[in-house]
């Protein structure tokens, strides 16, 4: 049968979600747990990748199993296996050929800022420090990404993929208490998207860049003609959807 877990991790001591050889990642512990409780190596397949130091508080991940454990227990009997900064929040049974990678119809992330004038301790583990904000050319730039784009100019230098095109459903920044967010809904992302997008809307802000730039570089393609790439703390994958 096949299972899919909701996962939630604070990727701060990862070097991703993706098993990788120069560092210990989020996938290698989940499924070094999965070993131990079934007493067989299990591979698990995500909704895509997080960078080392990203966030997730709903990554979907299936895997296949043969078990007599509730598919809805399977969650309370992994999670004393595993770090308290990795646990599975949900698990249940989906049809055989649901697949949490090439299923996935949307996925929202979200950038976390502060603004302050110095570092507050407790923030920065989750969240960027800004030392300010104007938030009409902050969601006027969000306004740029809505809809279908060839977002190229979102892509880390130096990556290569074969389709750049995206469709960005919704975007925008507001307030929550201390912390300033950016919350982006699509139906896929680049590698770096979001944190370059992050860096953008800051840029912009800061009259570092117009709305005006950005609609130029979206035409171009230039990566070098928008922000910087915000650092990975600030990001987390909220949700993934398949309906």
């Known amino acids: 049968m096949r299972i899919a877990f909701e996962i939630s991790y604070d990727g701060t001591n990862y070097c991703g979600w993706q ?3 120069n560092g210990i990642s989020c ?3 989940l499924e070094e747990a999965l070993k131990k ?5 299990t591979n698990l397949i995500a909704s895509g ?3 080392a130091g990203v966030h997730a508080k709903g990554q979907i991940a299936h895997f296949d199993c043969q078990t007599t454990i509730p598919p809805e227990k399977i969650a309370l009997a992994i999670n004393p296996l595993l770090p308290d900064d990795i646990q599975v929040l949900k698990s249940y049974l989906v049809k055989e050929d649901f697949h949490a990678r090439y299923g996935a119809k949307q996925k929202t992330y979200e950038y976390a ?3 302050s004038p110095v570092k507050v301790p407790v923030f920065e583990r989750y969240a960027t420090r800004i ?3 104007d938030l009409d ?3 006027s730039c969000c306004d740029t990404f809505v809809g279908t784009h060839d977002f190229k100019c979102f892509l880390a230098s130096g990556s290569k993929v074969k389709d750049t ?3 960005i459903f919704d975007a925008r920044v507001f307030v929550d208490g201390d912390f300033l967010r950016f919350r982006v809904t699509g139906n896929g992302f680049l590698y770096n998207m979001v944190r370059i997008m992050a860096g953008t809307i800051v840029a912009v802000a800061q009259d570092k860049l117009t709305v005006n730039d950005v609609e130029a570089a979206l035409f171009s393609g230039d990566r070098n003609a928008v922000g910087k790439t915000a650092p990975a703390k600030g990001l987390t994958l909220l949700s993934v959807k398949y309906e």
């Open 19 to 21: 098993n990788q050889k």
């Open 137 to 139: 050319k902050m969601q």
């Open 113 to 115: 800022f502060y603004i």
């Open 49 to 51: 990748r997080t960078d």
């Open 37 to 41: 409780l079934f007493n067989k190596k």
């Open 27 to 29: 996938q290698q512990i």
């Open 131 to 133: 030392d300010g904000a």
């Open 165 to 167: 095109v995206r469709t």
